[in-house]
């Protein structure tokens, strides 16, 4: 870069001639103080400065609001994965995290899922470091119903792809597939931590590096990047806190979906359902959890291969995923209430607080339990005197015993195992059923014998 030679005098006479908060003020004052201070310089001494011409310019830039043009939140997924944004569906590992990631390609390029293209096929782009592609991921997919010319298998030639090395050469492949005319709306990464290269997982700045890049290819390319992650079953109590890694996991996606175990499964940590729990939305409120199950499917050129199958709403909430809790199952919970009213009747307030403690529980999945039974007969739910208090109590002639615990049937000889016969829906989203899981509506102490609210 070619200067000028500057005396200090004429040094220090620039400086007073530029305006107060121009940023080469800092710059000259930096060069007279490595000349032992802007006072006093000796004669003859000259400093190499960058004329004004040269000087960069501010790069930092003021834009008023009303100048930006807005842009409407579009969704891939109905209030749960948003386009032009980061999401990350996290989960404990063996439950089926990739059965679900399999559902959603097949929906997108079929264009049937529940959201802005619904009607419009688009393509899927799976990066996967855990499952054979030609076998597992490929009968998945097969089992779903995908359109298999829709989806493609991200590879690097000679090596792993790297997150974000290799980010910009998966958007040249993005923008190649649009410009043939087969635009994705979808990109898996699973897991998201086998892509990280040398990148520490654990440290929150070293982590953001990676997904802050993520999220701009999925702005650019006006799709949603869905990062897979893991849950661990201990640590801190909160549903984000269980992911595993650095904060960043869970602080820098838009939109979180935890895939996790039933709580109320009668088969317990044997049993097929799952929930699809939304742990966090930074775009609204926060969708329904929907309930579902893992079933077994064979397809004729890889063998059996697991679906997933969603069943409808579930009343499951994050904060019945937290950590700490037991593997009780729904069925040892109805168990319980049982035992506590095998004296009489009770207040709904004193029998959820004895079931919680014994089953190391939350009272929602008590409330959840006594649903179930006042719904078959084997709970009676009355609310007395004023201000009104809500009794529980156990029908003095019960037509269908509470069921046993999968562990109470094996011990006597006796196993029934799940019935699964739901198939992949045609739509995957549930548009006007009402939402049971962020409301009151899981609370049954608030209900009549006949179940209306009181």
């Not at 040094?11 to 060069?31: M, Q």
């Not at 490595?34 to 003021?62: C, D, K, S």
């Not at 999401?87 to 997108?108: D, F, H, Y």
């Not at 499917?297 to 679906?307: C, K, N």
Request: hydrophobic share 40%; net charge negative; proline share 6%.
């Amino acid at each position: 870069m070619s200067a000028e030679s500057l005396t200090a005098e004429a040094l220090r006479a620039e400086l007073a001639a530029l305006p107060e908060g121009d940023p080469r003020r800092i710059l000259i004052a930096e060069r007279i103080d490595r000349e032992n201070g802007i006072n006093h310089y000796p004669a003859g001494n000259v400093v190499q400065h960058p004329t004004a011409a040269e000087m960069p310019e501010n790069p930092v830039r003021l834009i008023r609001a009303s100048d930006i043009t807005p842009r409407r939140i579009q969704w891939l997924w109905t209030d749960r994965l948003p386009l032009q944004d980061l999401a990350v569906l996290a989960g404990e590992p063996g439950l089926g995290k990739s059965t679900t990631t399999a559902l959603l390609a097949a929906q997108v390029t079929r264009g049937k899922l529940d959201g802005a293209l619904n009607g419009k096929p688009r393509s899927v782009l799976l990066a996967s470091a855990e499952d054979a592609f030609e076998s597992v991921i490929w009968g998945r997919l097969s089992a779903a119903g995908a359109d298999l010319t829709r989806v493609y298998n991200v590879e690097l030639t000679g090596g792993q792809v790297t997150i974000p090395d290799d980010l910009g050469r998966i958007a040249e492949r993005l923008a190649d597939l649009a410009a043939s005319g087969e635009p994705a709306a979808l990109v898996v990464i699973d897991p998201i931590a086998a892509f990280l290269g040398g990148i520490d997982s654990h440290k929150d700045a070293a982590v953001r590096t990676a997904l802050a890049p993520l999220a701009k290819m999925a702005q650019e390319q006006g799709l949603c990047v869905l990062a897979v992650a893991h849950l661990n079953k201990s640590g801190a109590g909160k549903l984000l806190d269980r992911i595993s890694g650095s904060g960043a996991f869970g602080a820098a996606p838009r939109s979180v979906l935890a895939f996790a175990r039933d709580p109320d499964d009668s088969a317990g940590e044997q049993g097929s359902q799952r929930v699809i729990v939304h742990a966090k939305s930074n775009h609204g409120e926060y969708a329904p959890t929907l309930a579902a199950h893992v079933e077994s499917r064979d397809v004729a050129e890889v063998g059996s291969v697991s679906l997933l199958a969603l069943d409808g709403l579930s009343a499951v909430g994050p904060q019945d995923q937290t950590s700490g809790q037991s593997s009780t199952n729904g069925a040892e919970v109805q168990e319980a209430i049982a035992t506590v009213l095998a004296g009489g009747q009770r207040a709904s307030s004193e029998v959820k607080s004895a079931v919680a403690d014994s089953c190391s529980v939350t009272q929602r999945t008590v409330e959840r339990a006594a649903k179930r039974m006042r719904d078959v007969g084997e709970l009676t739910i009355t609310a007395q005197g004023f201000p009104k208090q809500t009794f529980w109590a156990i029908p003095p002639i019960r037509q269908n015993p509470v069921p046993q615990s999968r562990q109470a049937q094996s011990r006597q000889g006796v196993v029934t195992e799940p019935v699964v016969t739901a198939n992949p829906p045609e739509t995957l989203g549930m548009q006007g059923v009402e939402n049971p899981s962020h409301d009151s509506s899981g609370d049954v102490s608030s209900l009549d014998e006949s179940g209306a609210e009181t």
